[in-house]
């Protein structure tokens, strides 16, 4: 076990005069292990539970590939254990910021993870994988692949069946930019961007949405259910449920090259959805990839914040609340004050308020990125950004309670990148 605190660090609040003390209505403490701080490390993603359970998942690059790390905290982030290779097979795992993988915990210390990988076979495809951990994360069970399409046709098709099979799925085919998210009853749900059905060289302009759901805790997945044959390709959807089954999904929309924010709603555990739809058309139209996508948390018994990046006129980071019939619940406003840019936005539950986050750059230290962070209340009111790190991006959050949640994001320190974790403690108000 390694000591988590390890004395001062730098956490920048905007202004050109150097660190200052945090504004009022949080605390920040780090909890960046010690053996990160020296390791070249990218694609961070954080977990936690109200139990004091903490996962970290990293990714590492050498001369054979990437592999994906997992590191586990069972005293709220005072320790963590030593960090153990996730993928099986070396070098295999196919991660980007957009694209990372993540780890969720769930119902009595369940943690699963979910991460794209190369196939180990010559034909250059790449699956969804997931592993379960029934002890949060102390060990990891077998990993099962998400996509049904990896063994090629499915068993008992005559032969004219197989042959339109083989017609009709590329053998090379990606699957990537995995969400995941448990159900009250230990089931897990799972999104993600598909290309089965995509044929030519290089990424085709839109991507298939293909949800599954697990209802062994992640060890077997169901049949491939396809929610949408036009998503952005490049935009990782993002899920999360409630208490009572209830599941909602966040995605970009590629329909005529236009990024829309999209929403779908299930009732049923993500059996079906009974809603889909587009929340708010910004009609920004890219013949590209745009490599954001949105994010969205209950923090309501009807529905949450959805937030989402924009190249419309003015672009920027925008918020909406959703209901759970999957319409908006009320205007967009813009997270533009104090910023000049601001992408790639995050959101993690603080009971009915919200933490939300953006890689940003201030308007009072243009010349830096930071991960920009700030709270939603239920009554609609934002508190002042609080900027963290140095050369700071990638962020990722998770929540812990009502009051409090982590964050994690990488820092560029010459010609490294280094991963920073930090627990955000909201003050309470007089």
Known sequence: MRRAMLGAWMIVIAGCGGPREAPEWASVRELTPGFLLGLEARDPAVAADGHGRVAITYVTRDSTGRDLWLTVSSDSGATFSAPVRVNRTPGHVASF?????LPVFGPGGALALAWAERRA????????????????????????????D???????????????WRRTHNPSAFHGFPALTYLPDGAL??????????????????????TAVSRDG????????????SACPCCRPTATGDARGRLVLAYRDGHGFLRDPALAVSLDGGRSFARDTVLWPDRWRLEACPDQGPAIAWS???????????GASPAGVYVMPWRDDGVAAGLRRALTDDIVTAKSPRVASLGDAS??????????????TRFALRALDADGTLTPWLFLGADARSG????????????????????????RVARIERRRRA
């Open 218 to 229: 992640g060890r077997t997945w169901g049949p491939n259910a396809m929610l949408s044959d």
């Open 97 to 101: 910021p957009e694209g990372r993988p």
């Open 150 to 164: 990896a063994g090629g046709p499915p068993p008992g098709l005559t032969r004219r069946q197989d042959a339109a």
């Open 355 to 368: 933490l939300i986050g953006v890689d940003a750059v201030p308007v009072r230290d243009s010349t830096h």
């Open 300 to 310: 309501r018994p009807d529905g949450g914040p959805y937030l989402w990046y924009t």
């Open 396 to 419: 990722w959050l998770a929540g812990v309670n009502a009051r409090a949640a982590l964050a994690c994001w990488i820092e560029q320190e010459g010609d490294r990148l280094r991963v």
């Open 121 to 148: 076979d010559m034909s250059r495809a790449v699956d969804v994988l997931v592993c379960v951990s029934g002890d949060g994360g102390a060990t990891l069970g077998p990993v099962a692949t998400v996509n049904d």
């Open 189 to 210: 749900f799972s999104a993600w961007l598909d290309e089965r059905h995509a044929f030519g060289e290089g990424e085709p302009p839109t991507s298939e949405l293909y």
